[in-house]
């Protein structure tokens, strides 16, 4: 992709929403009997110290299989797009180059906060926006848009905490437990004899990948992938510290109006301080890790 064509992708293509007392009650011991019977094993709440809770039972209500095989379907529409308008960057871009292997040094370091992903076919492209985002769907499955990159001129760290942030949101499933939730107002206690075969959940499930590139996590969500994100960035050797400053230019670059990527987050200065007060947990980390050997830079 040159650098010069910068296309806009459609606004919609981007990372990332009763009934009676009686239905509820009816509809929170269904959540909780399909909790206690899923055969499927449980995150990573803790890893050397690192707490981050336990996952929402909600997220119980979608199989990952299922969300996982949307994602991929999803995703494989947003390249075909992408490259209709000459938008998808090639194998031999520089910072297609970059991007892919920064995430290669990450990977490693993302099974223990989920096994499923030693079963993900990961991917990362670059596609020409100068939206400043980037996502990674259910699978692993990674875009940048060219803006983050060249307006904001990171560094290989920066870019590290923007990808391990992302893959942290694919980790802990968060996409998951937020299309669970919809489930849930949608359809009710339905949903769970869907689940366990007493219904069709496959059109219901393929409805909802539609929503996968639209979700809003909340700002929970959001401090949770933060602090993973740290945690993988670290041990894959990359500077934890570069997450004040990844901040420090998002604020600049917003002016009033927070570009896409800011505008289910934490607000700026308090995410900074809540980057600033775990860098104790993960400093130690990034010190007794292996450094890049190769270094890469911003877009020229």
């Known amino acids: 992709m040159n650098a010069d064509v910068d296309p ?5 293509l981007l990372h990332r929403r009763c009934g009676c007392c009686s239905e509820r009650r009816r509809f929170n011991a269904a959540l909780f009997a ?13 890893r050397d110290g690192i707490d981050v809770g336990k996952q929402s039972r909600f997220a119980q209500l979608v199989p990952p299989e299922q969300i996982e095989e949307a994602a ?3 995703y494989a529409q947003l390249l075909r797009q992408a490259r209709a308008q000459d938008a998808l960057a090639p194998d031999s871009h520089p910072q297609a180059q970059r991007l892919r292997a920064i995430a290669e040094r990450l990977i490693p370091y993302c099974a223990p906060w989920n096994a499923r992903a030693k079963q ?11 939206q400043l985002n980037a996502f990674c769907m259910p699978g692993g499955k990674i875009a940048f848009f060219y803006g983050i990159l060249d307006q904001l001129k990171l560094s290989d760290d ?3 905490m923007i990808t391990g942030h992302e893959m942290a949101h694919a980790l802990r499933e968060h996409a998951r437990e937020r299309l669970g939730k919809t489930a849930a107002t949608r359809i009710g206690a ?7 075969g007493l219904g069709g959940t496959g059109d219901a499930l393929l409805n909802m990948g539609g929503q996968l590139l639209t979700l809003r996590f909340s700002r929970e969500d959001e401090s949770e992938a933060d602090l993973v994100g740290l945690d993988i960035a670290a041990r894959a050797g990359y ?8 901040w420090q230019k998002m604020i600049k670059a917003s002016q009033g109006a927070p570009p896409q990527f800011l505008s289910s987050h934490p607000a700026g ?11 104790p947990r993960v400093l130690p980390l990034y010190d007794k890790a292996a450094k890049p050997e190769r270094k890469f830079g911003p877009p020229a």
Do not use: C, F, H, Y
């Open 34 to 46: 399909a909790g206690a019977s899923a055969a499927l094993p449980a995150l990573a709440q803790t």
């Open 239 to 246: 500077d934890p510290r570069a997450g004040m400053s990844l």
């Open 8 to 12: 806009d992708l459609p606004q919609g």
């Open 120 to 130: 993900w076919k990961w991917e990362v492209n670059l596609i020409g926006s100068k």
């Open 190 to 196: 339905g949903v769970l004899s869907a689940l366990l």
């Open 269 to 279: 200065d308090t995410r900074i301080r809540d980057i600033e007060s775990n860098l």
């Open 158 to 160: 920066e870019v590290a």
């Open 72 to 74: 991929t379907q999803q």
